[in-house]
């Protein structure tokens, strides 16, 4: 059974910019949820997503979207980037959308907005 | 606005003995709340859970407790060991963390 995985790992764009995001959810999984973790912050939800709907957001602009395939993988793009996008962007798999359903991480994207 | 605080970002701890992690809440609502570790350069994994209607729950070493009334929970570690050094996070909702505390545990 494979964890969740994530690309890149690290990644360093500029300032107005759009990236894309990916993840590999753990086998079995059909929902995502994605979330962005400021230096010295706790992951702060981004938005989430069920058999390829979007199923919950956080606080964050629409410049901010996700895409959740068939096979329950995802991405997550951020367009027009900004200084403070610089984060690590983390995303977690479970199985069913419910508050009980325990999350499983994956390590993380690095991104560098200069 | 902060629907919850660790208010100790970091704490530092001898092998074998104590630590305590605090983790405050403001809505009321909440009803399920999980605890996680980070190491470097990886995901949140989960450690603990417990539910609004236990005031606690115990997994080997590690014993979450829940003051409702107080909106207050607690991570205890005992005894603690040099592996136990990470990031903790508390969840009281499936979708917000706290700011975490960095606990390390020297020998």
């Known amino acids: 059974e494979t964890g969740v995985t994530q690309s890149p790992t690290h990644l360093i764009k500029t300032r107005g910019q759009q990236v894309t995001l990916r993840c590999s959810s753990q086998?079995?999984?059909?929902?995502v949820s994605w979330y962005q973790q400021a230096l010295g912050q706790g992951p702060q939800f981004i938005f989430q997503y069920y058999r390829e709907e979007e199923n919950g957001r956080g606080n964050f602009p629409p410049r901010f979207s996700g895409l959740q395939f068939p096979n329950y993988s995802s991405e997550l793009n951020v367009n027009a980037l900004e200084l403070d996008d610089s984060a690590l962007y983390l995303c977690?798999?479970?199985?069913?959308?419910?508050?009980?359903?325990?999350?499983?991480f994956g390590p993380g994207t690095r991104l560098t907005v200069t | 606005d902060q629907q919850v605080k660790q208010n100790s970002p970091s704490l530092s701890v001898q092998e074998g003995r104590i630590s305590i992690l605090n983790c405050d809440y403001t809505?009321?609502?909440?009803?399920?709340f999980l605890w996680y570790k980070k190491y470097p350069a990886e995901g949140p994994t989960f450690l603990i859970s417990i539910s609004s209607i236990k005031d606690k729950n115990e997994d080997g070493r590690f014993t979450v407790f829940l003051n409702k009334s107080a909106k207050h929970l607690s991570l205890h570690i005992v005894p603690s060991q040099p592996g136990d050094s990470a990031v903790y996070f508390c969840?009281?909702?499936?979708?917000?963390f706290g700011t975490g505390t960095r606990l390390q545990v020297f020998p």
């Open positions: 977690a798999s479970s199985l069913g959308s419910g508050r009980l359903n325990e999350q499983y």
């Open positions: 969840q009281p909702d499936k979708l917000i």
């Open positions: 086998s079995g999984h059909n929902t």
């Open positions: 809505n009321s609502m909440f009803d399920y």
